[in-house]
C-alpha cells in the first residue's frame, strides 16, 4: 500500500514538472508597439511611434508565483510589458521560440484595436442589436507576428480589463487566426491547399455569437473576393470564381478555414488573404501563392543538317510553357573529343504570352564552323535556367569535309586500306593460280 501511494505521489510530482515545462515552452516575443502619434489625424501620412515592448506568453493564467518567476528588462517602460494568457498556445509554436542565443528573431507587432460592428455585403450582420456589450469596455490589441523560415503567420486579438488597477498589464487570447503556409509554391495544373486555422475562447461572450470567413485575392492593386462563407446563415457568397473550395466539416470541428484551389493556373499568383469575422471582431493573415512551371525546350531545325567548314547555321531554341516569366537562356557546345565550351546567349527574343498565362521565349544561334571552331561536330545543347529548374535540350551537329583527319579517322582509312591490300593481293593470287592452270592444260593437250 506504501509503494502505491509512493509511486502516486511520483506521478503527480513528474505531471506538475510537466505542465511546468510546458508553460515555460512558450517564448518571451520581443515586438514593436506600433500606433498613431496623437494629435494627428487625416491625410494619407499619418506618423507613427514605435515602442519595444515584450510579452510573456503563457497557456494559464497568470499567478503571483508565476508572476514573481518573471523578470522583465528595465529598458523597457513597465506599460509595454504584456502579461499574456494564451489557453490555445498559438503563440508557443516552434517557429516563434527560436533556440536560445539565436541572432534570427521572430517578427511582431502590437497595436490598438478598437472593436466594431463586422458588417460585410455578402453576409448576414452578426450583431443583433445596435448597442455595443459590455464586454467590449476594455482595453483591445491585435498582435502580428511571423516566424522563423516563413513556417507560420499568426494574427491574435486580445483584450485586457481597463478596470483593472493593477499596474501590470494582463491580456488574454480571444481570437486566434493563422497559417502554417505563409509562402505556397505549386506546380501548374496541382490541387493547392492554403492552410488557415482560427480559434475562439470558449470562455469569451463572442464564442457560439457567429463566424463568417472571407478569402480574397490581392495582385499589383487588384483584388477579387474568391470565396466567403456565412456561418450565421450558412450559405456561401456568390462569386465568379471557380475551382475554390474549403472543408465546412473541418470549420466547425477544428477552425479549419483553408482554402483549395482544384487546379492551380497562372492567374492564381499572387496574395491571398484570410479573414475571420466575430461580432465587434475581427483577424486576418495573408498567404502569397507562386505558381512556378519550368519551361519545355525544342531545338530547331531537327535533326541539324549537315554542315561544311566555312557554312553557316542558324539553330534556334524554342522555350515554351513557363511561369514565371523570368529565364535566362544559354548554348553549349560539346565537341567529340569530350571538351565543352560555352556558346553565349545568342540572339534573344521577347516574352510572348500564351492564353492560359504562361510564356515563352526562344534563343537564335549563328554557326561558324570556321569562327568558332567546331572541329568534326559535336553536341549543341540549350540551357534553360529558371525558378522552377533548370532545363536543357541537345542536338548532335556534324561537320564534314574538314581537311585535318582525326586520330580515328587516320585508323579508319589505315584499317580500310589493309582490307584493299588484302582483296587486291587474294584476286592476284587467285588470277595467277587461274593462269598456271590453263597453262598446264594446254601443254598436256600439244603432247
Request: hydrophobic share 35%; aromatic share 8%; glycine share 8%.
Amino acid at each position: 500500500m506504501s509503494d502505491t501511494s509512493t509511486i502516486y505521489k511520483i506521478s503527480i510530482i513528474a505531471f506538475t514538472l510537466f505542465c511546468s515545462a510546458s508553460g515555460s515552452a512558450c517564448p518571451v516575443l520581443e515586438c514593436w508597439f506600433v500606433q498613431e502619434k496623437p494629435g494627428h489625424g487625416g491625410g494619407f501620412s499619418v506618423p507613427m511611434s514605435q515602442e519595444k515592448s515584450l510579452m510573456f506568453i503563457r497557456t494559464e493564467a497568470y499567478s503571483e508565483e508565476s508572476i514573481s518567476e518573471v523578470h522583465p528588462p528595465a529598458d523597457i517602460s513597465p506599460s509595454r510589458i504584456y502579461y499574456v494568457t494564451d489557453p490555445a498556445g498559438t503563440f508557443c509554436s516552434a517557429p516563434l521560440n527560436p533556440p536560445k542565443g539565436s541572432v534570427n528573431k521572430p517578427k511582431c507587432e502590437i497595436n490598438p484595436f478598437v472593436p466594431h460592428a463586422s458588417m460585410v455585403s455578402w453576409a448576414s450582420a452578426l450583431t443583433d442589436s445596435a448597442q455595443s456589450p459590455v464586454y467590449l469596455q476594455a482595453d483591445w490589441f491585435s498582435v502580428a507576428t511571423q516566424g522563423l523560415d516563413e513556417q507560420l503567420t499568426l494574427s491574435n486579438i486580445m483584450r485586457a480589463p481597463s478596470a483593472s488597477k493593477e499596474p501590470k498589464v494582463f491580456l488574454k487570447v480571444i481570437l486566434s487566426v493563422s497559417s502554417k503556409t505563409p509562402v505556397v509554391r505549386s506546380r501548374l495544373g496541382e490541387p493547392v491547399l492554403l492552410d488557415c486555422g482560427f480559434w475562439i475562447d470558449p470562455s469569451s461572450p463572442v464564442h457560439g455569437s457567429g463566424f463568417s470567413i472571407e478569402w480574397r485575392y490581392q495582385f499589383r492593386g487588384e483584388g477579387r473576393l474568391v470565396l466567403a462563407y456565412d456561418g450565421k446563415s450558412d450559405r456561401f457568397a456568390e462569386t465568379s470564381e471557380t475551382g475554390a473550395d474549403i472543408d465546412i466539416t473541418g470549420l466547425y470541428e477544428t477552425g479549419n478555414a483553408s482554402l483549395i484551389l482544384e487546379e492551380s493556373q497562372v492567374r492564381h499568383s499572387g496574395t491571398y488573404i484570410c479573414t475571420v469575422y466575430l461580432p465587434h471582431l475581427l483577424a486576418q493573415v495573408a498567404i502569397d501563392l507562386e505558381i512556378v512551371e519550368p519551361p519545355s525546350l525544342s531545338i530547331y531545325p531537327s535533326p541539324l543538317p549537315l554542315l561544311v567548314p566555312g557554312q553557316v547555321l542558324v539553330v534556334q531554341c524554342e522555350a515554351s510553357g513557363f511561369a514565371p516569366h523570368t529565364l535566362d537562356l544559354s548554348w553549349e557546345f560539346k565537341s567529340v573529343d569530350g571538351t565543352s565550351r560555352s556558346l553565349g546567349q545568342g540572339s534573344v527574343t521577347g516574352h510572348r504570352q500564351a492564353s492560359d498565362g504562361t510564356f515563352s521565349q526562344s534563343s537564335r544561334l549563328e554557326l561558324d564552323s570556321g569562327k568558332l571552331r567546331l572541329g568534326r561536330g559535336g553536341d549543341v545543347t540549350c540551357i534553360a535556367k529558371h525558378d522552377g529548374g533548370t532545363r536543357q535540350a541537345s542536338a548532335t551537329l556534324n561537320v564534314i569535309g574538314v581537311s585535318a583527319p582525326s586520330i580515328e579517322d587516320s585508323m579508319a582509312m589505315v584499317a580500310v586500306a589493309l582490307v584493299l591490300y588484302g582483296m587486291i593481293k587474294f584476286l592476284s593470287w587467285t588470277f595467277s593460280s587461274s593462269d598456271s592452270s590453263d597453262t598446264d592444260l594446254k601443254d598436256k593437250k600439244e603432247k
